[in-house]
């Protein structure tokens, strides 16, 4: 079983609609969440952190955490087409982060 | 915020070679990691550089393979050694600050090509 899973394939949003991303993670024991953005040929973006259940809330972005499920979500909300990148989930433990292999938004103008 | 450089940026080494890169931080920082991302791919951890001690490694990845050294807090370098065209990958340092938690930050990465 993959630590960290994102099993969405490309998401196509139309520009001003929500961008819904899901990522499950397997280690119950896990604490922080994060969210990077990675734009093509550059290094990942760190965007989203969350480390309690519920929502938080920046900007366009919102991340959902559920511990119970072992689910955290990535919204982004009045998509942009300079959204339109690779995101990936990532779960810590054991001092270090798992990462899943993103999902890749394409926002369309 | 804190800048992070990795040297060089790219690469392109025969096979057989080493090659060394290296990262800087304009500020201390307590962890530093060592990915590899191949095309298309997610990250994979290679090693924790650990400062004034041995890195310590994932499975799969060997000191022998990737000798890593840590001298103080704001550098490191991952040597990449007798390579072969599997080496081709983006190679990226993260950073953890005193005060950012758990929160990574990446080096913009170099791309290592073997031929």
């Known amino acids: 079983q993959k630590e960290v899973e994102q099993n969405s394939g490309p998401l196509s949003v139309p520009e001003g609609a929500i961008a819904s991303l899901n990522c499950t993670y397997s280690?119950?024991?896990?604490?922080?969440f994060f969210w990077y953005r990675q734009y093509s040929g550059k290094s990942p973006e760190l965007i989203m952190s969350?480390?309690?259940?519920g929502d938080k809330e920046d900007g366009r972005f919102t991340a959902q955490l559920n511990k119970a499920s072992q689910y955290v979500s990535l919204l982004i909300r009045d998509s942009q087409p300079s959204d339109s990148a690779t995101y990936l989930c990532?779960?810590?433990?054991?001092?270090?982060?798992?990462f899943g292999k993103g999902n890749q938004v394409v926002v369309i103008p | 915020s804190a800048v992070i450089s990795q040297k060089p940026s790219r690469d392109i080494c025969q096979r057989g070679t080493s090659l060394t890169i290296q990262c800087q931080v304009d500020?201390?920082?307590?962890?530093m990691f060592w990915y590899r991302q191949q095309p298309g791919q997610s990250l994979t951890l290679i090693a924790t550089?650990?400062?004034?001690?041995?890195?310590?490694?994932e499975s799969g990845f060997v000191i022998d393979k990737f000798p890593i050294s840590r001298p103080n807090l704001t550098f490191s370098t991952l040597t990449v050694s007798n390579m072969s065209p599997e080496d081709s990958s983006i190679y990226l340092c993260?950073?953890?600050?005193?005060?950012?938690?758990?929160?990574?930050?990446f080096g913009p990465g170099t791309r290592l090509t073997v031929t």
């Open positions: 550089a650990n400062q004034g001690s041995e890195a310590t490694y």
């Open positions: 280690d119950r024991g896990s604490q922080s």
């Open positions: 969350i480390y309690s259940n």
């Open positions: 500020s201390q920082v307590t962890m």
């Open positions: 990532a779960v810590s433990g054991n001092n270090r982060l798992a």
């Open positions: 993260s950073v953890v600050y005193r005060d950012s938690y758990e929160e990574q930050y």
